[in-house]
């Protein structure tokens, strides 16, 4: 089945720290790749996402992602996280079904983020 | 742009109770989304509208949830008859044309069934 899945479920990593979280796909085609956040009490919120082109992919709150084909993941990184990274992370695929487009989430990565 | 809003906030209902849901998505937005997330889980496709037209829903959405975009505005999702399982946090998001583009996500609605 076409899914996306993340492998970790929690994370824990000391303010300044470098973080990446990891992704990987299950696609046939060229998938369209995603990462949003989800703060406590918050909407989901777009990161950054890839279409095509650069593989390396900047977004907002100095994060990036990298898309590697060979591997089918799509990594989000940051080389210093703040208290305030402490979140919900789901990386999420665009799965086109008949024309009809939907985005797939996968189960997330909790965030927790230590002094 | 306002965002888009969902109402209410939180319910908490009855088992076997009727309960419905709105959303609003941004204005110029022709699509909108519902989707489920229970604790511990990502976002779950329910179903998506472009305009007025229900377009697709998924096979998790049994036949006591319906959902209606009437003049392609506003939505609202309905279930008859909840049930505990029922219990998670309903999601609306709405797209300007396309599902590749960014979704804007309301807050959710929190549906506790007893």
Redesign the interface.
Known sequence: AQSVTQPDIHITVSEGASLELRCNYSYGATPYLFWYVQSPGQGLQLLLKYFSGDTLVQGIKGFEAEFKRSQSSFNLRKPSVHWSDAAEYFCAVVISNFGNEKLTFGTGTRLTIIP | DT??SQNPRHKITKRGQNVTFRCDPISEHNRL?W?RQTL??????LT?FQNEAQ??KSRLLSDRFSAERPKGSFSTLEIQRTEQGDSAMY?C?SSFR???E???????TQLSVL
Not at chain 2, 40 to 45: L, V
């Open positions: 965002g888009v989304y989707y511990g889980q990502g976002p779950e496709f998506y377009l697709e999601l998001a396309t599902g590749r960014k979704l804007f996500f309301g807050s959710g």
